[in-house]
């Protein structure tokens, strides 16, 4: 198991870099760098990304970069060319790609992630102020798909083949078709405020007065305003936990030690839960932290935007918007490090739970 940890660990350098590699040149296709932000702040013409940029310390890039140059605009030529070169000098764009790039990884390998371009405050920083959100969703609606899923699958496996079972597919496989976020707008509509009812918070995570509540009241307060958002991610959710919980107990139900633990007179409970349900939930146990992971940093983007959850999906998606480069880069890293090393994990827990699975025995 060593050698295969440590060939694992060895494959990791070259994907993280392949992944970063890859984002990176993308990114100098990309029209409207953080500089020509800045310019069009400057000259009136950055919209609604610069506008929110400003509400939360934007204009430092501005301010800085004026304290470094002429900050003069000069009508039809435009502003001052020293002044562009120092802002591209601040930014670090005076020097070619390889160079950037190669700074950028070296200072990534020391957990250097530096400051964002828009904010006065650092990466890191950024980061942790915005995770409660992301982990608040990710594992709720983890667990919450878990109890749904586990007894689902297993109810269907018992009943395949029944009524049961056909309508729950097709309950499952529509619930899995619909996108989370048009299932999100269509409660927005119904329960916030819309057309119809008023019943719910339509943005943040706690009330404004929380601080104030007792502690009842705070929890009560919490889950009010995660009600919707969890609602809508959890349709879509459980389906692939469900239909592998069904198909993993199917394929142990059918083998010999299963005909020969009924034919010895136990009963379809203790065959079920005291020898099926080890094997069959070996998949799905293993799973839980990719599982975890996967609603943690992907599958709440759309929802914190739609429900103005202050995570880290609404963070990568305005430094997107927001050409927010040293946000951009440093949470791929990031997030792109703790999900190989997520997977090595997984497949530890695999050998952990079933001591007759050996890796090493096959090809990474």
Same mark, same amino acid.
């Given at each position: 198991?060593?050698?295969?940890?440590?060939?694992?660990?060895?494959?990791?350098? %070259?994907?993280?870099?392949?992944?970063?590699?890859?984002?990176?040149?993308?990114?100098?296709?990309?029209?409207?760098?953080?500089?020509?932000?800045?310019?069009?702040?400057?000259?009136?013409?950055?919209? *609604?990304?610069?506008?929110?940029?400003?509400?939360?310390?934007?204009?430092? =890039?501005?301010?800085?970069?004026?304290?470094?140059?002429?900050?003069?605009?000069?009508?039809?030529?435009?502003?001052?060319?020293?002044?562009?070169?120092?802002?591209?000098?601040?930014?670090?764009?005076?020097?070619?790609? +390889?160079?950037?790039?190669? $700074?950028?990884?070296?200072?990534?390998?020391?957990?250097?992630?530096?400051?964002?371009?828009?904010? *006065?405050?650092?990466?890191?920083?950024?980061?942790?102020?915005?995770?409660?959100?992301?982990?608040?969703?990710?594992?709720?609606?983890?667990?919450?798909?878990?109890?749904?899923?586990?007894?689902?699958?297993?109810?269907?496996?018992?009943?395949?083949?029944? =009524?049961?079972?056909?309508?729950?597919?097709?309950?499952?496989?529509?619930?899995?078709?619909?996108?989370?976020?048009?299932?999100?707008?269509?409660?927005?509509?119904?329960?916030?405020?819309?057309?119809?009812?008023?019943?719910?918070?339509?943005?943040?995570?706690?009330?404004?007065?929380?601080?104030?509540?007792?502690?009842?009241? /705070?929890?009560? *307060?919490?889950?009010?305003?995660?009600? +919707? %958002?969890?609602?809508?991610?959890?349709?879509?959710?459980?389906?692939?936990?469900?239909?592998?919980?069904?198909?993993?107990?199917?394929?142990?139900?059918?083998?010999?030690?299963?005909?020969?633990?009924?034919?010895?007179?136990?009963?379809?409970?203790?065959?079920?839960?005291?020898?099926?349900?080890?094997?069959?939930? +070996?998949?799905?146990?293993?799973?839980?932290?990719?599982?975890?992971?996967?609603?943690?940093? $992907?599958?709440?983007?759309?929802?914190?935007?739609?429900?103005?959850? *202050?995570?880290?999906?609404?963070?990568?998606?305005?430094?997107?918007?927001? /050409?927010?480069?040293?946000?951009?880069?440093?949470?791929?890293?990031?997030?792109?490090?703790?999900?190989?090393?997520?997977?090595?994990?997984?497949?530890?827990?695999?050998?952990?739970?079933?001591?007759?699975?050996?890796?090493?025995?096959?090809?990474?």
């Amino acid at each position: 198991m060593g050698a295969y940890i440590l060939r694992r660990l060895l494959l990791m350098i %070259p994907t993280l870099l392949g992944i970063m590699a890859v984002s990176f040149i993308v990114i100098q296709f990309a029209p409207g760098g953080p500089v020509e932000q800045v310019i069009a702040r400057i000259t009136g013409e950055g919209g *609604d990304s610069m506008d929110r940029i400003s509400g939360g310390g934007g204009d430092m =890039a501005v301010n800085s970069a004026a304290e470094q140059g002429d900050f003069r605009y000069r009508g039809a030529q435009g502003l001052d060319p020293a002044f562009i070169a120092k802002l591209e000098q601040q930014f670090g764009f005076d020097k070619p790609p +390889l160079e950037r790039f190669v $700074t950028m990884i070296w200072n990534y390998i020391r957990f250097d992630f530096g400051d964002s371009y828009f904010r *006065d405050i650092s990466v890191v920083d950024l980061i942790l102020e915005k995770m409660p959100v992301s982990i608040s969703l990710g594992l709720w609606i983890t667990l919450i798909s878990y109890a749904i899923s586990i007894p689902l699958g297993i109810r269907k496996a018992v009943k395949d083949g029944s =009524a049961f079972d056909v309508w729950t597919s097709g309950i499952v496989i529509v619930g899995y078709a619909i996108p989370g976020f048009l299932f999100a707008i269509l409660l927005m509509v119904l329960f916030a405020g819309g057309s119809f009812f008023d019943w719910f918070p339509l943005r943040g995570l706690v009330s404004e007065n929380w601080w104030d509540l007792s502690w009842p009241e /705070r929890i009560l *307060d919490y889950f009010w305003h995660l009600t +919707l %958002p969890l609602t809508a991610m959890v349709l879509s959710a459980f389906a692939t936990t469900t239909l592998l919980t069904k198909n993993s107990f199917l394929d142990e139900i059918r083998k010999q030690y299963v005909v020969t633990a009924r034919a010895k007179g136990l009963s379809e409970r203790q065959v079920l839960y005291g020898h099926v349900f080890r094997n069959a939930m +070996l998949l799905i146990i293993a799973g839980f932290p990719a599982a975890f992971i996967s609603a943690f940093f $992907t599958g709440s983007l759309l929802i914190e935007n739609i429900f103005s959850l *202050d995570g880290l999906g609404l963070l990568g998606f305005r430094s997107v918007l927001d /050409r927010d480069y040293a946000v951009v880069f440093a949470t791929l890293y990031i997030f792109s490090l703790i999900g190989l090393v997520v997977g090595l994990i997984s497949d530890l827990i695999y050998t952990w739970i079933d001591p007759r699975i050996d890796f090493e025995r096959r090809d990474v």
